[in-house]
């Protein structure tokens, strides 16, 4: 029987300190080959730090990190070529065109993609000639991508793709990852979108704090929140947590924007409850919602705030 | 489609980005160019000004302001005598001479212009009144071609052209990349960190030949400056010190990480050039005991050799010390820059 191949990336008790913070406590992670993995989690919990160590380019404080089997040490050179990178924030430079700026990426790697058939892939040939600083934001997102694909790698680090970009772009962007993976490739992606995550990744880790605190599919995350049905509701004066969370059959009880989410395991036992007290303390009901459980509604229970900050 | 170098590629794109910065194109071809002019004309040659005296107005006033004015170096007006008292003291005029009675100097011995103007009063009246030189002295004026004050400064100016041009383009375009982020984008990439290095030096062979013939064809049309010596040293002397100059810009540039701390350092650096270097004059006028240093900055060393060539038309083995000079600081800034730059 031949050995399995190393994971795509593998990474043990990944520690990072800055001064004041420690961005990176202990983390582990598996991925395998031709998976599209997603980390979650809120600002400042460790996502980009963690994608940075795992690219060569920040060097933890303790850990070890294996892409495709290879330590970074002695074998940087080898291991560049064979991964492509989106950072969280890069300018390209404003002066250079489209066409230029992908031209140069490609004459880095030994081996790569013709940059006309990346621009095409990207939709950005229209926009071939015109200057990086001309470009809107999503453009610009879309060239980051195409330059991560240009060197045609095995693995594609892409750090918040799609963040600011409208729906359509966003549509766009998953097709591309969509079609790197059917070619075989590997992703590793962080958002604060969870129903990109909920498309595009067969697992996902979720972090706080610099941990990874679940991991798992979609679905079987889901399907661990022991209330799967949420109940959303806004009422004046609004009614007090701990009163709520001593109606029969509610889980949980977070904020969530304007509102207070109840993790519910039966409406028809709680809906009735929760109504009665309302008109007990003399509320006017506002607003009233209920859904099935998504990944959001997982991550909200576990970190108990909300993953995007508006 | 062959691979394409990535050297190449890195070159290219920093001689589009140059280029298509508007402003770029004003101080690498117009700025020193006005710089000549304006001091080109402010210092061009001409008959040297006369000397302003007054005659207090007396009995024999007018005879004698005539007599004087018999001199090329001076200008004479009347004065009524308290007013020819308050123009010298106010400096209005270097000499008042009294004429009623015997002729007087009045003056102030501490003032060049005032003893100047004394000796030629003397010599005026003298020979007005009939005395005659015993000995007869020839005169010959050297204002030459190559021995004017423009034929110093345009060396000087090109000099200091390569300098400015090649650390600000260099230092700006660098910073700019890390701040942005970019040049953490390019590490992650397999691009050899040398490659990048060299191409910011490489693109300034593009613009080098444009920039000193710009130059050169303007002194050379305007004030008739001309080189003495071989075009092609001259040519390998701006190759070298312009590559110095870049080495520098991206050692300077190397750890900075706003454009306004580089401005900062760059500035540091080059205006002790400015100002030592004879740009606008020789350096050999600081004190013997500095001249080892001056000899030293790199600056220094181009505008010598630059100036050997076009004024005395020395040959290579004459500014081989220069030359080596600035491929020491070429090669040390580039060594050094490659240790300690800050990619992230
Ligand atoms: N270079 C640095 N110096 C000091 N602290 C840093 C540095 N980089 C990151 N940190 C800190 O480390 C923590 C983790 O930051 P990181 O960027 O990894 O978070 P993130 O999960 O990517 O957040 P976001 O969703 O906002 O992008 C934050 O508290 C951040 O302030
Ligand atoms: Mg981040």
Redesign the pocket.
Known sequence: MLPAPAPAILCRGLRKR????V??DGLDLEVRRGECFGLL??????????IEILEGLTNADEGDVAILGERWSGNTQALKERIGISL?ETRFNDKLTVAETIRLFRSFYRTGRDHDDVLRRLSLDEKANARVGKLSGGQRQRLAVACALVGDPEILFL??PTTGLDPQSRLQLWEVVTKFRKEGGTVLL?T?YMDEAERLCDRVAV?DR?RVIRLGTPAELIGALEASTVVELAADPMPEAARLLALPGVQGCHARGPNLALHVESLPRTVPALLAELEGSGATLLHLSTHHATLEDVFVSLTGRELRDT | MPAPSPLYELTVTRVKEFIRQGEAVFWVFVFPILLALALGFAFRDKTPDRIPIGVANGARSAAVAKALETSPALRVRLYDPVAGREALRVGKISLLVEVDGATLFRFDPTRPDSRMARMEAVDALQRAAGRVDPVTIGEERVTERGSRYIDFLIPGLLGLNLMSTGMWGVGFSIVTARSQKLLKRLVATPMRKRDYLLAQMASRIAFLAAEVAVLLGFAWLVFDVGVRGSLLLLAVICFVGAMAFAGLGVLVASRAETIEAVSGLMNFVMLPMWLLSGVFFSADRFPDSVQPFLRALPLTALNDALREVMIEGASVVAVLPELVNLTVWMLLSFAVALRVFKWK
């Open positions: 800055y001064p004041d913070v961005a990176v989690g809120p600002n400042g919990a460790g996502k980009t730090t963690t969280q750090d918040e962080t604060h972090i610099g």
